[in-house]
């Protein structure tokens, strides 16, 4: 499985962004894509998630209404849409796959596959 992220950019406070995680080789209907970001002197958090076979969807506290993720089907991208972004939401964005991921999705040591991030800034 290889993971490419990419659509981050610059954008001011309360405006949106969308970044995208294409993803190569056939994940396990197991399996489980989460969108992870890190900023400049933190831990890497997790953001939202996706099982892949199921669906189900999965947010962080911080994000719950203002990000969604979603995929249009198996073979589409997986997509975070951002809105109302705020300057706390700048980092890297990570999108990473895990093969047998449990209902700890939200720590990074769950995930096996990682792409190589993209940088989102909101400025204040």
């Known amino acids: 499985v290889q993971l490419q992220a990419s659509g981050g950019g610059l954008v001011q406070a309360g405006g949106s962004l969308r970044v995208s995680c294409s993803v190569s080789?056939?994940?396990?209907?197991?399996?489980?894509l989460g969108w992870f970001r890190q900023a400049p002197g933190k831990e890497r958090e997790f953001v939202a998630g996706?099982?892949?076979?199921?669906?189900?969807?999965h947010y962080a506290d911080s994000v719950k209404g203002r990000f969604t993720i979603s995929r249009d089907n198996a073979k589409s991208p997986v997509y975070l849409q951002m809105d109302s972004l705020q300057p706390e939401d700048t980092a890297v964005y990570y999108c990473?796959?895990?093969?047998?991921?449990?209902?700890?999705?939200?720590?990074?040591?769950?995930?096996?596959?990682w792409g190589q991030g993209t940088q989102v800034t909101v400025s204040s």
């Open positions: 996706i099982r892949w076979g199921s669906g189900i969807r």
């Open positions: 990473a796959v895990g093969t047998s991921v449990s209902n700890f999705y939200t720590r990074p040591s769950q995930y096996q596959y």
């Open positions: 080789g056939r994940p396990y209907s197991s399996s489980y």
